[in-house]
């Protein structure tokens, strides 16, 4: 049986930005992803978030919390406050697994929390929602 | 025989003038002329004259050293006790008895000291004529009584004379004849037996006075110890006494002629008076009597001695005057009766009084011995409970103090153990899911269907799994090499090992933990091998250690491994330089710490560093920052003994 986000869809009109500050998760991301024809690109740290979000607003971000300078939970906020970016699909990638640390996450404003190690099946489903999400909300 | 009586008395008479004598008491002069003035102004004993008479008298003594002058001081105060005694209110009778009791107290014990032994019993018989005096007949008994047995168990025949005269006279002032016979008997015997000066000296007419006295005056004994008293008389008293009895036997004979006389000489004797009171009034009714008339109801009430009532009951009753003598009997015996309820309402009183007093003061005492022991319990009680509670407050707190500083210590050691504890799990928890989450990530995309990634992509997959499971052993390696350590259960096993070869082994292992565009170098010293005594695995452990903690901060240049024989003697010495950030001097001895990473986001457990040191230190050898690099960068230096300390051996 294959799985329904397995079915040849086309995600090539949206822009998802996977940051994490481990090249290695990121090059990890990229290939699990790689089956959605999405514009993916990717930023080593929060400022190259930022930056990455300025240069061109992103319809889903796969967020790392754990990263040297500008953390994960600084990236949501200051995407939240920020009304141009404040509807950005914000998804959460960390190994940061306590439940205080998830509460967190979504307090800031994420849309989902993702552990690591991330299980494929579990990431492909999710970024489907978002998109999905992100499709209702677009008509 | 009354002639003889009679001419004695006369006798007796003539020699009046040479019984008085001018210093009977054989004292000082001086002290004599004070003595004598005191006594004169002793009439008046509460003035002033008596007080600087008798001062006089015992600064006199005291400066002529004269005892006994000096007792006589004390006699005089003896006597003042109970004549003020006597003068005051009945209500005032306990104070002045214990007045009179202290006086004679220290009237004894003076005269004990100077060895004036019959001022000791004058002591009593003072005393004992001020207890009957003020009705107080059973003290004045009693008194006697311990008199009598102190003389008796003292073998002092003066004492036991003394105290059976004056006991036979209480008796007989109490109309007890019959009693007072029988002391006056052993007194006479004492006398009569005795070879002691002092009572030898003494006379013996009073005794024999009252030894008549306890007789009817028409006995025979009356008349026989009347002869003897006549003839015992020293002192003009003793012979007006004499004189006196002289006049009543005579005038019961029937000798008008001695009668007159005697009676003659007692009314000119200016003592007489006060001798035998009531004695021109019963020399006034004899003389009726004589004459055959009975005197007035009146003069015969006047007449209130019982030994008085009885003679002239007894005179007139021979002379034929039976109303007189039934009137002068009836009148005695009911004198008598009620001399007897008087003497036993006073002895009522008396023992009512010393009873209450006696009851009271043991009650007080009682009470007063009970509130003693009460308040000295309390205070016992309450001292030991201040000090145990004092002790037990001090110890509390000191423990407390301690035991807080104690606590305070250990719950700061327990949060800071506990903070790198949690600071730990949560790193171990980052550590550990980060190769996992690339072990598991890449796994999962190899399971994917063939044609998913091409296979040069696959096997690049593969070698990500394969070195994020080497990270992953390093990492439990650290955690068990620190738990093993901790348990004692880290073992150094020594063999040959070569610094050239060590060296290489670890730049080959840390290698694949550079960062992209980072050389790893090895620079020996010397390219001539090295061999020496060491656990090689163990020297190449930390080196690798070393390497892999330089791979994780250096993003670019070089990283340096050097060896040297020579840097320090007996030892070899190893180091790594990076071109990384370089480590601030005060973290030198920080970063060995367990759990400690400057940079949280650098990967690592915080144990690599820490657990170096623990090796080395097991080795004999050294692992320090080198301070003193100045490189830019991070030095690290390893030294390791050529020779293994022999308590690891």
Not at chain 2, 257 to 282: H, I, K, M, V, W
Request: net charge negative.
């Amino acid at each position: 049986m294959t799985p329904y986000y397995a079915q040849d869809h086309d995600y090539s009109k949206y822009n998802v930005l996977a940051v994490d500050d481990i090249p290695l998760n990121l090059l990890l991301v990229q290939k699990m992803l790689s089956r959605f024809n999405f514009k993916l690109r990717t930023a080593a740290g929060g400022q190259l978030a930022l930056d990455a979000v300025a240069e061109q607003k992103p319809d889903l971000i796969l967020l790392d919390l754990m990263m040297p300078g500008i953390d994960g939970f600084e990236v949501i906020r200051r995407l939240r406050e920020n009304p141009e970016t404040a509807d950005i699909q914000i998804v959460i990638l960390s190994a940061l697994n306590s439940k205080d640390d998830v509460v967190k996450g979504f307090n800031a404003g994420a849309n989902d929390f993702i552990m690591k190690p991330i299980i494929m099946e579990k990431l492909l489903s999710c970024v489907v929602t978002q998109m999905q999400l992100v499709e209702a909300k677009a008509h | 025989m009354r002639k003889f009586f009679s001419s004695l008395a006369c006798l007796l008479v003539a020699f009046l003038p040479l019984a008085a004598q001018s210093n009977p008491y054989e004292i000082d002069d001086d002290c004599y002329i004070y003595f004598q003035q005191a006594e004169a102004s002793f009439e008046d004993f509460t003035s002033d004259e008596f007080d600087q008479n008798a001062s006089a008298l015992q600064l006199a003594a005291l400066e002529t050293g004269d005892d006994k002058a000096l007792t006589l001081y004390y006699v005089l105060m003896l006597k003042r006790a109970c004549a003020a005694g006597r003068q005051g209110d009945r209500g005032e009778l306990q104070s002045a008895n214990k007045k009179v009791e202290a006086a004679r107290k220290t009237l004894q014990v003076v005269a004990q000291e100077k060895g004036f032994i019959q001022y000791y019993y004058y002591g009593y018989d003072l005393a004992q004529a001020y207890y009957f005096n003020t009705n107080q007949s059973s003290s004045a008994m009693a008194l006697l009584d311990e008199m009598y047995e102190i003389a008796k168990s003292e073998q002092d025949d003066y004492g036991q004379w003394q105290a059976l005269r004056f006991i036979s006279r209480l008796h007989l002032e109490q109309g007890d004849a019959l009693n007072a016979r029988s002391y006056l008997r052993r007194g006479l015997e004492i006398f009569e037996k005795t070879k002691d000066p002092s009572l030898r000296r003494q006379s013996m007419t009073r005794m024999y006075c009252d030894m008549a006295d306890t007789y009817s005056i028409a006995d025979d004994s009356a008349r026989l110890f009347y002869n003897r008293a006549l003839q015992s008389s020293k002192v003009h008293l003793d012979t007006l006494r004499c004189v006196y009895y002289g006049a009543l036997v005579a005038a019961y004979d029937g000798d008008q002629e001695a009668y007159r006389r005697n009676r003659d000489y007692c009314l000119e004797d200016p003592s007489f008076d006060t001798l035998y009171q009531t004695g021109d009034e019963l020399f006034l009714c004899m003389d009726m009597i004589l004459r055959g008339d009975a005197p007035s109801r009146e003069l015969l009430d006047k007449l209130q001695q019982s030994k008085q009532q009885d003679y002239v009951g007894r005179l007139s009753g021979k002379k034929g005057l039976y109303e007189v003598a039934y009137y002068m009997i009836y009148k005695r015996f009911m004198q008598l009766l009620r001399n007897l309820s008087k003497v036993n309402e006073s002895r009522l009183d008396e023992y009512t009084g010393r009873y209450d007093n006696f009851s009271l003061s043991r009650q007080l005492q009682q009470k007063d011995r009970e509130t003693v022991r009460l308040y000295r319990l309390a205070a016992i009680l309450l001292s030991v409970i201040l000090l145990s509670a004092l002790l037990f407050s001090f110890v509390h707190i000191r423990h407390l103090r301690k035991d807080r500083k104690k606590d305070e210590e250990r719950i700061e050691a327990l949060k800071v153990a506990d903070a790198a504890k949690t600071r730990f799990v949560q790193n171990m928890s980052h550590e550990v899911r980060t190769p996992l989450n690339a072990i598991v990530g890449f796994s999962q995309l190899l399971t994917l269907p063939d044609g998913s990634f091409p296979q040069e992509e696959k096997d690049e997959f593969a070698e990500h799994i394969v070195n994020n499971t080497k990270m992953l052993t390093m990492l439990l390696d650290d955690i068990l090499n620190t738990s093993a350590m901790d348990s004692g259960n880290y073992r150094i096993s020594y063999e040959e090992g070569e610094v050239h070869f060590i060296c290489r082994a670890a730049i080959s292992s840390a290698e694949h933990r550079l960062q992209p565009g980072v050389q790893m170098v090895y620079e020996p010293d010397s390219e001539i091998p090295f061999t020496f005594q060491t656990d090689p695995r163990r020297v190449q452990q930390i080196l690798i250690n070393l390497l892999t903690n330089a791979c994780k901060h250096t993003p670019s240049g070089t990283i340096k491994l050097t060896s040297s024989v020579r840097e320090h003697q007996g030892r070899v010495t190893f180091a790594v330089t990076d071109t990384g950030p370089g480590i601030p001097p005060e973290q030198a001895e920080v970063i060995f710490e367990r759990f400690t990473k400057l940079n949280e986001f650098v990967q690592g457990t915080g144990l690599g560093l820490s657990i170096c040191r623990d090796i080395a230190g097991r080795m004999g050898a050294k692992v320090y920052l080198d301070t003193s690099y100045k490189g830019g960068g991070a030095r690290f230096v390893f030294e390791v003994p050529v020779v293994p300390p022999t308590e690891n051996m």
